[in-house]
């Protein structure tokens, strides 16, 4: 009789079962799953040296400065997101191979989980349920997947899976509820709930209010429970939108010129906190604005003298939820990244990288701010004076994205080479 695998191929390819709920902490017996490959010799110090099989017998030292815990190289090509399960020590990557791997991150070496195949483009974007019991992954095809845990997230089995429209941009999860939101190049934004009883995805919403790509979204009001589903997106087109999204209605939309004091910006990113929203230009524009009635509190130019004009867009917003600090850091393809005084909205700090700022996450009710360069390192600072209190160095190409996992202790990154980093106490 053919296995329950092989009857059903949409099942994650995975090995053995590494996870357990109860015991996550132990140490897991070894597996047959990949491992990081180890093809140059790596000493001490961190230099590899490789043989260059040219006709010559000279060896080529390579400085290779690595502080990282341990790493995962199993993708093929560029990893463009990475995210962690809220209770589990695992993480997913997507990248450029069109695959996306679970995989632990409190082992050393990491342990394969787990392959979500079937993604017919780079998987860019995706996120865990609150929960953990769900995991959505979406691609650069438009399709999206979701992935059920079974076995206490030792297992993942295709829930269901979408596709409608032609290229996804982002995918945010509700922090409480069943529900995601995603937002397509077609300017169109989608909502559904995870409903496990008909096990199906069932669609709230469709909205198509933006005329051109609809660049980032988040979920907002979500301590208000299932009483209330707002979703606030932006686009390229200038345009700020906040849904309803049990009803599709549109609950207010800010239009660039009359709602911008005559300025018309490409907007990029979005972050909130309680009422306030923050959204970053591609033009350096950096908007303020009150959720609870659509009207801009505040609007400030970050940049206004640069060489190139792309140096100017805001790649990165983070709120500090730090209890009387007031800040907002926001982070440029300049690589400077700018630290706002929340009351009177004055840089207080700023910080300069050399490279651009690829996202910016403070670490919960903490000062101490993370963030991520296209120089190839993840950063910690203390918000409040500027100074540098890690820097993780390994990637010989940018960190596209990363994870905060065990409350800071460990970053885990995307790189554009391929390779995810895990550094521990950092």
């Not at 001490?44 to 190289?73: H, K, L, P, Q, R």
């Not at 997913?92 to 050393?108: I, K, P, Y």
Request: hydrophobic share 35%; proline share 3%.
């Amino acid at each position: 009789m053919a296995s329950r695998e092989e009857e059903d191929p949409s099942l994650v390819q995975e090995e053995d079962e590494y996870l357990n709920l109860n015991e996550v902490e132990e140490e897991i017996a070894e597996d047959d799953g990949p491992a990081p490959e180890e093809d140059d010799e790596v000493d001490a110090e961190g230099d590899v040296d490789m043989d260059m099989d040219d006709g010559n017998t000279d060896t080529i030292e390579i400085d290779m400065s690595n502080n990282s815990w341990t790493y995962f190289d199993q993708h093929k090509d560029s990893i463009f997101t990475v995210f962690s399960h809220p209770s589990l020590p695992m993480v997913v990557s997507g990248g450029g191979d069109n695959t996306a791997f679970l995989w632990t991150t409190h082992t050393q070496p990491p342990r394969f989980v787990g392959e979500i195949q079937g993604h017919k483009e780079s998987v860019i974007t995706g996120g865990f349920t609150s929960d953990g019991a769900y995991v959505i992954t979406g691609d650069m095809n438009g399709y999206i997947q979701v992935h059920k845990s079974t076995k206490g997230g030792q297992k993942w089995v295709k829930f269901a899976d979408l596709e409608e429209v032609e290229e996804i941009l982002w995918i945010t999860v509700h922090p409480s509820l069943p529900y995601f939101a995603f937002g397509a190049i077609d300017g169109s934004v989608w909502c559904y709930q995870i409903d496990a009883d008909s096990k199906s995805l069932v669609q709230l919403m469709s909205g198509f209010s933006h005329s051109l790509e609809c660049n980032n979204g988040i979920f907002v009001n979500t301590d208000k429970g299932e009483e209330e589903l707002s979703l606030v997106t932006i686009s390229e087109d200038g345009t700020i939108v906040n849904w309803n999204c049990f009803t599709g209605a549109v609950n207010y939309k800010l239009s660039p010129h009359e709602d911008f004091r005559g300025v018309e910006s490409p907007w990029v990113s979005v972050k909130a906190l309680n009422n306030v929203i923050a959204v970053g230009a591609r033009d350096g524009q950096l908007a303020i604005i009150n959720n609870d009635n659509g009207k801009l509190v505040h609007m400030v130019k970050t940049l206004d003298s640069v060489e190139d004009v792309a140096d100017m867009s805001i790649e990165a917003l983070s709120w500090c939820t730090a209890p009387s600090i007031n800040l907002l850091a926001v982070g440029l393809v300049s690589g400077d990244i700018l630290l706002f005084e929340t009351q009177q909205w004055r840089v207080r700090k700023t910080i300069k990288v050399e490279d651009t700022i690829t996202k910016l996450e403070f670490l919960p009710g903490s000062p101490v701010l993370v963030g991520s360069s296209m120089n190839g390192c993840i950063y910690k600072w203390d918000a409040r004076t500027g100074e540098e209190l890690f820097a993780g160095v390994g990637h010989n190409m940018g960190v596209l994205d990363f994870a905060i996992t065990e409350n800071g202790q460990k970053l885990v990154t995307a790189g554009d080479e391929g390779v995810s980093l895990v550094f521990h106490h950092a």
